[in-house]
C-alpha cells in the first residue's frame, strides 16, 4: 500500500490545543469494524460499551519532562529532547542546533549541569551527563514537558497534570499515551464497580510516534523502536478474560503494540524489550479486540495500525465523519472505540 492512501487534510481549527475541561467530558465515535456502522457519543459513556469481565488495558509509562534548553561550550544555543534513558547519567537524545555537535563535545544545560557527546545512532545522540544527581531528578527540576509539535503553546502547570494519565507509575515516556487521558478516578471507579477488569502494560512512546512516514511504499519504512514491558500478571487477566469469552479491549495504540509484540510467537507471554512492530493492513491480530483510541495524524504510522484494525474503508469514512461534525483531533482531542474487523 501507498502512503498516500492514509492521508486526509485535516482543518487546522479542528487540531485540538488544549484538554476538555473535564478529563471525561470528550466525545467518543464508535465504529463497528464488521459493519462500518458509526454512532456519535460521548466519553462518560464508554461503560454502556464495556461488559462485566471484560478486560481493559492501560499504558502506566509517565511522561518525563524531557525537553531542554542549553549551549554548546563554544556558546551556540542548543535544545535537547531526551528520548531514552539509559541509566541514570546516559541518555539517548534528540540534538537541535544550528550544527550538530561533534562527539567529544561539552553540552551546558540550564547553567547548572554538563554532558558529554559520546557516540552517535542514526539521529540520536548519547550523552554522558556530568552530575551527581541522576538525569530523572535534573530533568523534573530543569526540564519541560515536550508537547506535541502540532501544540503551538508551551508547556504550562495545566499541561504537567493533564498530559499525563492519573495512572501513570514509570516515567520514560516523551509522549503520553493519550487515549488515557480521557480517565479520571471516577471512570476507572465506575468500570471496577461495574465488574470490568483492569490490567497495565507499560511502552515509553518515543519522538518517532508524531512522525509521518516519508517513503511511498509503506514496506520501505524503517519504524522507531520502544521499550515495552508485560507482567506475567496481565497475562494471567488476558488468559482468564479470553478463557470467559470475554473481550480485551487496549486503551491506545501504545498498550496494543506493546500487547502484540508479546504475542508474535503467536500466544501472548510476558516480557520485556525494544519493539519496532509495524503494524499494517492485512495484519492478524493476537490479542485484541477492541480499541479504545484519539484521532491521529495523517500518513502516519498509526492511521496505518487503526485501518488494520478496523479495515482501510471504514476509518477513512469514520475520519471524514469525524471532520464534518467537527470532533477534536490528535493528543488533548476525543476518542473513539473500535470494534475490530474480524
Not at 479520571?184 to 470490568?196: I, R, T
Not at 509521518?212 to 500478571?233: A, F, Q
Not at 479486540?289 to 495500525?305: G, V, W, Y
Amino acid at each position: 500500500m501507498r502512503t498516500t492512501d492514509f492521508d486526509f487534510y485535516l482543518p487546522d481549527e479542528l487540531i485540538a490545543q488544549f484538554p476538555a475541561k473535564e478529563r471525561s467530558a470528550s466525545r467518543l465515535l464508535r465504529l463497528n469494524g464488521n459493519s462500518g456502522e458509526l454512532e456519535d457519543r460521548q466519553f462518560a459513556q464508554l461503560c454502556d460499551f464495556i461488559e462485566a469481565g471484560d478486560l481493559l488495558i492501560f499504558n502506566n509509562t509517565q511522561v518525563i519532562k524531557a525537553r531542554l534548553a542549553g549551549q554548546k561550550s563554544t556558546g551556540g544555543a542548543i535544545e535537547a529532547l531526551v528520548e531514552r534513558i539509559i541509566d541514570d547519567h546516559h541518555v539517548l537524545a534528540h540534538i537541535r542546533a544550528s550544527k550538530s555537535p561533534k562527539l567529544g563535545s561539552r553540552l551546558i544545560f540550564a547553567n547548572t549541569f554538563e554532558a558529554e557527546v559520546v557516540s552517535r545512532q542514526d539521529d540520536l545522540f548519547l550523552l554522558k551527563i556530568d552530575s551527581e544527581r541522576p538525569i530523572l531528578d535534573l530533568l523534573d527540576q530543569y526540564g519541560a514537558l515536550p508537547l506535541p509539535p502540532y501544540i503551538t503553546h508551551a508547556a504550562d502547570e495545566t499541561d504537567d497534570e493533564r498530559y499525563q494519565t492519573v495512572y501513570a507509575k514509570v516515567p520514560g515516556a516523551v509522549a503520553a499515551p493519550t487515549a488515557g487521558l480521557h480517565f479520571d478516578e471516577a471512570m476507572l471507579k465506575l468500570l471496577q464497580d461495574k465488574g470490568v477488569r483492569i490490567g497495565f502494560v507499560t511502552l515509553h512512546v518515543g519522538a518517532g510516534t508524531f512522525q509521518p512516514v516519508r517513503v511511498d511504499n509503506i514496506n520501505e519504512h524503517k519504524m522507531h523502536s520502544e521499550l515495552y514491558s508485560v507482567p506475567e500478571e496481565t497475562v494471567a487477566l488476558i488468559q482468564t478474560t479470553k478463557a470467559a469469552g470475554k473481550k480485551v479491549t487496549a486503551v491506545g495504540t501504545t498498550a496494543l503494540r506493546a500487547l502484540e509484540s508479546a504475542a508474535r510467537s503467536g500466544e501472548i507471554g510476558a516480557g520485556s524489550g525494544d519493539t519496532n512492530i509495524f503494524i499494517t493492513p492485512g495484519y492478524q491480530f493476537k490479542v485484541v479486540e477492541r480499541l479504545l483510541t484519539n484521532f491521529h495524524l495523517p500518513k502516519s504510522t498509526l492511521m496505518m495500525l487503526v485501518s488494520a484494525f478496523a479495515g482501510v474503508d471504514n476509518i477513512k469514512h469514520a475520519y471524514q465523519h469525524a471532520i464534518d461534525e467537527k470532533y477534536r483531533f490528535f493528543s488533548y482531542g476525543d476518542a473513539m472505540l473500535i470494534e475490530r474487523a474480524d
